[in-house]
């Protein structure tokens, strides 16, 4: 069965670097998503990627953050120089024809 | 305002008792979808079930069972004869395809303990 896959499964990065996170959505995919998790808490929707573009992003999605589509499989999100509040497991997520988001397993994100 | 309630944060159960989750939801939407994901400490969320707002059956998957009560807005889950296994963290979440928005509403989680 098709999956979303994200890497790396865990990255350690100082405050103040850039850090880029990787997903492989569903190949037959349109629709793409990141969701951030700080540890303990829910999961809060981030930003949503359809047709090359931000269709929808919440409060949270500031100017650190972008979201690219490089080529047709992958797709990132780039934090630019992080924080300590940083610290959170994102997931990303994709969806093709039905109404339902498929997640991926997640990058745990620690800002030291 | 779209909001999804999980009021119970923390239950504890011993094994092989049943135990309810409660998932309480708001929307002004006709056509919505409600789910649950399971997120153990590993930390991936995993899918158990999707159900659209038209469709207020009760399903029954195997220990997994869900009550769906469009009159008080709730979408309740219910594992019978709870396994350790079970411990977990799990969410409501809501969907609204043709609000314009994308993104899903989840809700602040149930944390079980099922203990042996």
């Known amino acids: 069965e098709p999956e979303v896959t994200q890497t790396p499964s865990h990255q350690v990065t100082q405050m103040g670097q850039e850090v880029i996170l990787r997903c492989v959505p569903i190949s037959n995919h349109l629709y793409f998503y990141w969701y951030r998790q700080i540890l303990g808490q829910k999961v809060e929707f981030l930003v949503s990627?359809?047709?090359?573009?931000?269709?929808?992003k919440s409060e949270i999605f500031d100017d650190q953050f972008s979201v690219e589509r490089p080529d047709g499989s992958n797709f990132t999100l780039k934090i630019r120089s992080t924080k300590l509040e940083d610290s959170a497991m994102y997931f990303c997520a994709s969806k093709g024809g039905s109404y339902e988001q498929y997640f991926g397993p997640g990058t745990r994100l620690t800002v030291t | 305002a779209q909001k999804v309630t999980q009021a119970q944060t923390e239950i504890s159960v011993v094994e092989k008792e049943d135990v309810t989750l409660d998932c309480v939801y708001e929307?002004?939407?006709?056509?919505?979808?409600l789910f649950w994901y399971k997120q153990p400490p590993s930390g991936e969320l995993v899918f158990l079930i999707r159900r659209n707002s038209f469709d207020e059956q009760n399903e029954i998957s195997g220990r997994y069972s869900w009550n769906f009560q469009k009159s008080t807005s709730s979408f309740n889950f219910t594992i019978t004869a709870s396994q350790v296994v079970d411990s977990a963290v799990y969410f409501c979440a809501l969907d609204r395809p043709f609000s314009g928005t994308y993104k899903y509403i989840f809700g602040t989680g149930t944390r079980l303990k099922v203990l042996a």
């Open positions: 990627f359809y047709n090359n573009e931000i269709s929808e």
């Open positions: 929307t002004r939407d006709t056509t919505y979808y």
